[in-house]
């Protein structure tokens, strides 16, 4: 069992060949949601897909770079036109794609990974998975005119192979086995997912994200903009916001930034 990721490899998991069509497949990008923006701009159609085996300067949230081996990972990028997604904003196809990746991870190898808020995949304690929408501006009518949903996945990364920064908190979903299933079958199933996107009501989503969410009554540290504060993650109300109430007891609601757990292993062991 070779693990190449092709289109043909993808195509005979797809549910509809058709889905196919657009997908495009590259041995090295300097980042798929690069390459796909660029194409975005050019006029490519809703539903195109851009996959590499290897980024050369893969992207993460806030500038951040995302470690983006060769051969061990999924690296997806999605053009999504934003008239052909019914959602009432970006943060809800952030979250639909986190819970994409759970779902995909859950039928495919039957581990039960969870999502720290907004869209951090993570396996027995350690992230597996991130997740990073951009938006393209319609200049016309100031509106979002395309997104790019880029999902990374680690897939096969041993262990010994993540750098140091991140060795403790980063992991793939086969770390010391040889995996029972192909990249090209993960990804067909993503890409199902996602392109089926507008079969699902965000209710819906918000409540099968919400039973993935690991840190709700957890002591987390916020940070928002500038600042910074310790707070408990109370709910996520319909739209994806994170309400936490802080040490001083007042309540907030998050509908951006990001938070940290110390003691993330804690939780899981
Ligand atoms: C994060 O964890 O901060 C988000 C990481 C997102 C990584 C993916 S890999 C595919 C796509 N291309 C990129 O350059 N980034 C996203």
């Known amino acids: 069992m070779n693990d190449i990721i092709s289109i043909n490899g993808i195509k005979q998991h797809l549910s509809d060949p058709g889905l196919s069509e657009n997908i495009q497949i590259y041995q090295e990008l300097d980042s798929t949601n690069r390459e796909a923006k660029a194409q975005a701009v050019n006029k490519a159609p809703h539903g195109?897909?851009?996959?590499?085996?290897?980024?050369t300067a893969g992207r993460g949230r806030y500038s951040r770079s995302f470690f983006s081996p060769r051969g061990t990972g999924l690296y997806i990028s999605f053009i999504l036109h934003s008239e052909r997604i019914k959602f009432s904003s970006p943060t809800v196809i952030t979250a639909y794609a986190g819970l994409?990746?759970?779902?995909?991870?859950e039928s495919l190898c039957g581990f039960?990974?969870?999502i720290k808020w907004v869209n951090d995949v993570y396996l027995n304690g350690k992230k597996i998975c991130g997740i990073l929408t951009e938006a393209i501006t319609d200049i016309e009518s100031g509106g979002i005119g395309e997104l790019i949903l880029g999902i990374g996945i680690n897939f096969s990364t041993k262990t010994t192979d993540f750098p140091e920064e991140i060795k403790n908190r980063a992991s793939s979903l086969?770390?010391?086995?040889?995996?029972p299933i192909t990249r090209n079958r993960f990804a067909a199933d993503i890409i199902d997912r996602i392109l089926h996107c507008g079969e699902i009501d965000e209710k819906e989503i918000f409540k099968r994200y919400k039973k993935r969410l690991f840190i709700l009554n957890t002591e987390?540290?916020?940070t928002n903009g500038n600042e910074r504060y310790k707070a408990t993650a109370i709910d996520i109300d319909e739209t994806g916001s994170l309400i936490v109430k802080r040490e001083n007891g007042e309540i907030e609601k998050l509908s951006s930034g990001e938070v940290s757990i110390e003691e993330d292993i804690k939780y899981f062991a």
Not at 174 to 179: A, H, K, L, N
């Open 48 to 55: 195109t897909v851009i996959i590499a085996d290897y980024q």
């Open 100 to 105: 994409c990746a759970c779902e995909a991870i």
């Open 112 to 114: 039960e990974p969870a």
């Open 174 to 179: 086969y770390p010391d086995s040889r995996p």
């Open 220 to 222: 987390i540290n916020v």
